[in-house]
């Protein structure tokens, strides 16, 4: 069972893209603001997710606790 993004919390920042271990979280689009901050619309890629659980738990967790078990 893979792990999912809820699109509705999350908030874009793409950390999770640079934190999962298995490289399963790809950037699909990434939009600078006029402000300069940069917004990232990550995906969890179900066939490289491993299920390790890295990206929910307390060694390194979404900040906005917008990734779930699907
Ligand atoms: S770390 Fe969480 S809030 Fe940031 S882009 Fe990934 S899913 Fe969204
Ligand atoms: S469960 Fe592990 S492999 Fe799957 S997206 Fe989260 S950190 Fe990556």
């Known amino acids: 069972m893979a ?9 874009k920042c793409g950390l999770c893209a640079t934190e999962c271990p298995e490289k399963a979280i790809a950037v ?22 491993t299920d390790c659980g890295t990206c929910v738990s307390f060694e390194w967790w979404c900040p906005n606790k917008a990734i779930m078990k699907g």
């Open 3 to 11: 792990y999912k993004i809820n699109t509705k919390k999350c908030l």
């Open 28 to 49: 699909d689009d990434r939009v600078t603001e006029k402000d300069g901050l940069v917004r990232y619309t990550t995906r969890i890629d179900a066939k490289k997710c």
